[in-house]
């Protein structure tokens, strides 16, 4: 029987004949060139894993194949043409063209969801066969990112690849990673050893919502990525043509730096952070501070392949600035009339080092705040203008940045933030407050009004794990939300109305049933997946939105 063609995204165009390709009947499958080589390697060996059919990779074939081909001219990465693809399957066997090898890995995402569900399996469960379709795709959005906080709670690099492997699956391009904060430091810097022997671990952890903190658990928690770990991460995400954004948060959330390196902080130190909020320690102004950040920035720049580094730049507070001897002379020396400034002088020399690194700097919204001139008198940008700005507050600030002339990552807390709550019943695991529910997420609008998408570069959907300890509880968190925000960020409106969301999310489930992933069914948590009365119990707390400034 003719299965129900149903994909997530959506395509933008989609036309269905009757019938079925076997893929057995196949004999290679054929790439010219070494890119397209080598995602024809890794499509061969997706189909040999779920359906046990190997099928060769030939430069060259005279018959009935899978053709992966590069044609015209090529689009500049980070394009929306550079993800654009054609699909064909019929009787003759599989076409699959792009302008860039990028859209070829797209291409074989949807090629696998085109397979039977139980094809997603580790080991042959299902048969080689796709449904006749003519596909032509191309994302809405340049960027479409999902952030994994491997801060607070440490993830183990296997998870990592699989959430890859997870947002290659949704046509996702970009995973970002949430490498430090105040809980922990989890990259390794060879020049500065005590950010992991002291930075990357804490004593124990909170039991319950931070707020509602009676007890810790006396658990020693951590761990860290070594340089070999992230040049595997980000080999495998360039296998499968998406960018791993590495995060390093300054000047703020600095707890675990400053109890590895005290001398660098604008305060007393303390320990590596066992709870969670907003802390005061911040680094101090100095030529030392800027000393470490470059140190950590040339490791990042080793390392890290994408063409952007995140360099934080949320919540941080001015309270030790404020008192603090070093930041005074400084704001007397730079002309900084607002202590904001001292944030804005960051902005700026972490920028500048990375733009000679020949990277473009991130930041979360804050960085737009407290630029001031010499005078005192008009307030300008606090981050220089080829800086990304991610919002997170509020999509006011969507149009603040883009006022300024920033590009835009669009990932306000109110609509992608799914560490939120998704539903509200009482036996939803314990989160960190709000409630966006998947038909909250399928509503969403990226592209807020009165904002040119031009200046959208993209949207990300964020797992801060505050709440979040183990693997399975930010699989929970993320699924099947992130389905749907893949589906929002790809799809135009018009393909999207075509086919209602939330149908094709009945078929989808059976995907993330065969890769074994924790999602929360549409009917509330399975009664493993509960609260319960224990120390993942339900707290709530009302989500208060940022206003706008
Ligand atoms: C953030 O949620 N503080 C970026």
Redesign the pocket.
Same mark, same amino acid.
């Given at each position: 029987m003719q299965r129900r063609i149903s994909l997530i995204p959506q395509p933008r165009h989609l036309h269905a004949d009757d019938g079925e390709l076997d893929l057995a009947s196949l004999g290679a499958i054929v790439a010219g060139d070494p890119e397209t080589g080598s995602l024809a390697w890794l499509l061969s060996d997706l189909l040999a894993r779920g359906t046990g059919l190997r099928l060769p990779v030939a430069e060259a074939f005279d018959g009935p194949a899978v053709r992966l081909r590069v044609d015209g001219a090529r689009p500049a990465d980070f394009t929306t043409a550079a993800e654009a693809y054609r699909l064909e399957t019929s009787a003759g066997g599989i076409d699959l063209a792009a302008a860039h090898p990028a859209g070829i890995a797209r291409g074989i995402a949807t090629l696998r969801q085109l397979l039977p569900a139980d094809a997603l399996r580790e080991a042959p469960s299902a048969a080689a066969r796709v449904p006749h379709v003519a596909i032509e795709d191309e994302p809405r959005l340049r960027w479409r990112g999902v952030m994994l906080d491997v801060a607070r709670h440490f993830q183990p690099k296997d998870f990592v690849l699989r959430m890859i492997d997870r947002a290659w699956m949704h046509r996702l391009n970009v995973v970002h990673l949430h490498l430090t904060d105040d809980q922990g430091w989890r990259l390794e810097v060879p020049s500065r050893p005590e950010l992991t022997a002291v930075g990357s671990w804490r004593d124990e952890t909170v039991v319950g919502h931070a707020l509602d903190a009676a007890e810790f658990d006396g658990t020693p928690h951590g761990g860290f990525y070594t340089l070999g770990d992230v040049r595997e991460i980000v080999a495998y995400a360039r296998a499968r043509h998406i960018t791993v954004v590495p995060e390093i948060n300054l000047p703020g959330h600095t707890r675990a730096v400053l109890a590895a390196y005290p001398e660098l902080g604008a305060g007393p130190a303390e320990p590596v952070a066992t709870t969670f909020g907003i802390f005061e320690e911040v680094l101090e102004p100095t030529e030392e501070a800027l000393a470490f950040a470059r140190d950590v920035f040339d490791v990042v720049a080793e390392v890290f392949d994408s063409p952007f580094v995140h360099i934080g730049g949320?919540?941080v507070p001015t309270t030790q600035w404020e008192s603090s001897k070093t930041a005074k002379e400084l704001m007397e020396s730079e002309g900084i009339a607002d202590v904001r400034g001292v944030q804005a002088w960051f902005t700026r020399n972490l920028t500048g080092h990375l733009t000679g690194l020949g990277r473009r700097v991130i930041g +979360?919204d804050e960085i737009l705040d407290g630029g001031e001139d010499r005078d005192g008198g008009s307030l300008e940008g606090g981050a220089p203008a080829e800086a990304v700005v991610?919002v997170?507050?509020n999509e006011a600030y969507v149009k603040k940045a883009a006022a300024a002339g920033h590009e835009v990552i669009v990932?306000p807390?109110p609509y992608v933030?799914f560490d939120h709550y998704e539903g509200d019943g009482p036996d939803e695991p314990l989160r960190i407050h709000g409630h966006t529910s998947t038909g909250k997420v399928a509503a969403w609008d990226p592209v807020p009004d009165g904002v040119e998408e031009s200046s959208v570069l993209g949207a990300q959907c964020?797992l +801060?794990s505050e709440y979040l300890p183990h693997y399975r509880d930010v699989e929970y968190a993320a699924f099947p939300r992130l389905a749907v925000f893949a589906d929002v960020v790809w799809s135009g409106p018009g393909a999207r109305r075509a086919a209602p969301v939330e149908e094709r999310l009945e078929d989808h489930v059976a995907r993330l049933e065969a890769m074994g992933v924790n999602y929360r069914p549409a009917a509330g948590p399975r009664p493993w997946q509960a609260g319960g009365e224990g120390r993942r119990k339900r707290f709530d707390r009302a989500f208060v939105e940022h206003e706008a400034e």
């Open positions: 949320d919540e +979360w991610s997170w507050r990932a807390e933030y964020q +801060w």
